[in-house]
């Protein structure tokens, strides 16, 4: 059975930082790109950040360069995202994804396995 399990959320003040954890189970992790998307109440699902399993080349969203960061665990089978310097617009519930290509898209519709989200709330 296939899950992904994402962990790390809550409230936090503006400026501060969160790593979120993505564990994956049930399919052959190695093979697998991974990425994060993140979507506020009353908007559409928009891409975070991607890492490529072949050769680990990274992708991010314009919004979040420079103080997000994607990194992975291949014997833990965990992907993180570090999250600096917080802004109430980051907002969000966080997903973590997987799609069996190697290239690095943050597009959602190409990504086949979703975990259940956790919620990000960046407030003072």
């Known amino acids: 059975q296939v899950q992904l399990v994402e962990s790390g959320g809550g409230l936090v003040q503006p400026g501060g930082s969160l790593r979120l954890s993505c564990a994956a189970s049930?399919?052959?992790?190695?093979?697998?790109?991974i990425g994060w998307f993140r979507q506020a109440p009353g908007k559409e699902r928009e891409g975070v950040s991607c890492?490529?399993?072949?050769?680990?080349?990274?992708n991010y969203a314009d919004s979040v360069k420079g103080r997000f960061t994607i990194s992975r665990d291949n014997a833990k089978n965990t992907v993180y995202l570090q999250m600096n310097n917080l802004k109430p617009e980051d907002t969000a519930v966080y997903y973590c994804?997987?799609?069996?290509?190697?290239?690095?898209?943050?597009?959602?519709?190409?990504?086949?396995?979703w975990g259940q989200g956790t919620q990000i709330t960046v407030s003072s």
């Open positions: 049930g399919f052959t992790w190695r093979y697998y790109t």
């Open positions: 890492m490529s399993y072949g050769d680990g080349s990274t």
């Open positions: 994804a997987a799609r069996s290509g190697y290239q690095c898209y943050l597009n959602a519709n190409v990504y086949t396995y």
